[in-house]
């Protein structure tokens, strides 16, 4: 982190000016939902942990009310009014951090003008949240130099961070998302998942010891061309099997309030196949991350490597937003010795898989499954290994 540190503090000096002694640097991570996909916007609980992919933020505050903003992988160049951020609806980058400085203000937050350079490790529409990490940064940063420069407000605090950021998103930008991804890039914690109750927003750490397996994030590179338009028709179908079973149990505010019990008891009363096939996955999806929580608080990786299996078998099979690409990377994994867990991770029909590996075989695990899978689609795939990290903060460094 020091020689990147360094490098981002030259050039902010390069583009901005000035001197690198008043600068500070604020870095929040992308995320990876290891298990519970889809079950989000059902009630359900679901198990993101924060990546060591990361958005870093190098900044120094203005005198006056403007935000000027550029990226280490970008030309653009844009600024902001603190006194009109609407003309920045339509940035096709710089959206983002406008929506974030909206709510914030909207929440009662005092503002200060500030130089800021951004810096993406997390690989765009890769399904590993570099919205939520631009967003969680930015608000987490403007919030506490603000409060530290206008002596009035509050000191961020993450979990409103996170709340702040998915209005932006829903707001501002026009996106349709759930909390997760915000929530594990504001409140991730090293060598720790975090079990979201995505309905209540309750939440507990679990430990995550890898111990000599890593994570590899395998990118298949398709774009995700579909996943808007399937996301709606899946809410709208599981939507319609809530309606259903609720005429069969009044009590349940969300499918996923129910158990596989009163599934079995009451699947039947779903004529239509399709729904059916839904409603199964939502239910059982949740019920396996219960079951995974259970196998990595015994520390059992292989074991819950076994459940990432049954949730892409179940995404692909009964929810059906994987596509050939995502399963010819699971497939390709599954055939690599050394390999404990593999499934699709995020909205589907493109993006990311995620893979449970044993350190030695991380090598030969790129190497074989970039040829089979490029020979199979035709696509040149990009891999990541990752650790389990921090979630948002301010480096200061010694």
């Not at 995700?224 to 899946?234: F, G, H, I, Q, V």
């Not at 991380?362 to 199979?376: L, M, P, Q, T």
């Not at 650790?387 to 948002?392: P, S, Y």
Request: with cysteine; glycine share 8%; charged share 30%.
């Amino acid at each position: 982190m020091q020689e990147r540190t360094e490098r981002l503090k030259k050039m902010f000096c390069e583009i901005y000016g000035g001197s690198p002694d008043d600068l500070r640097i604020f870095a929040s991570p992308g995320r990876v939902n290891l298990i519970g996909e889809h079950i989000d916007y059902c009630g359900g609980f679901v198990l993101p942990a924060a990546l060591t992919l990361d958005t870093v933020i190098v900044m120094r505050v203005r005198k006056d009310r403007k935000i000027r903003l550029a990226a280490t992988d970008l030309p653009d160049r844009v600024e902001l009014d603190l006194d009109n951020l609407e003309p920045a609806r339509n940035l096709k980058w710089g959206n983002y951090q406008a929506g974030v400085a909206d709510e914030l203000q909207k929440a009662g937050y005092t503002l200060v003008g500030a130089d800021m350079l951004y810096d993406d490790t997390v690989p765009h529409g890769a399904g590993l949240s570099s919205s939520a990490a631009i967003e969680v940064a930015t608000a987490f940063a403007l919030a506490k130099t603000g409060f530290e420069h206008g002596g009035i407000d509050k000191n961020p605090d993450p979990v409103e961070m996170a709340l702040i950021s998915r209005r932006a998103e829903n707001n501002f930008c026009g996106v349709s998302c759930g909390i997760m991804d915000q929530f594990a890039s504001a409140m991730g914690k090293k060598d720790h998942a975090i079990l979201l109750n995505c309905s209540t927003l309750e939440y507990r750490y679990v430990p995550l010891r890898l111990g000599k397996y890593c994570i590899i994030l395998a990118d298949t590179k398709k774009k995700r061309s579909l996943a808007d338009s399937k996301y709606n028709e899946r809410f709208a179908e599981v939507s319609k099997g809530l309606r259903i079973l609720r005429n069969h149990l009044p009590q349940i505010n969300n499918l996923c309030d129910m158990t596989p019990e009163d599934l079995k008891n009451h699947i039947d009363k779903i004529e239509d196949p399709v729904i059916r096939r839904r409603v199964e996955h939502v239910v059982m999806e949740n019920a396996r991350v219960h079951k995974s929580i259970e196998a990595l608080e015994k520390n059992d990786i292989g074991l819950f490597g076994e459940y990432m299996k049954e949730a892409h078998e179940s995404i692909r099979d009964l929810y059906e937003v994987t596509g050939p690409e995502l399963d010819a990377m699971f497939e390709e994994a599954l055939a690599v010795p050394g390999v404990v867990g593999a499934r699709m991770t995020g909205a589907g029909f493109g993006g990311c898989t995620v893979n449970i590996v044993e350190r030695d075989a991380a090598d030969e695990f790129i190497s074989v499954v970039g040829k089979n899978y490029e020979k199979r689609t035709g696509l040149k795939p990009a891999f990541y290994i990752c650790d389990i990290g921090d979630g948002v903060r301010e480096i200061v460094l010694r």
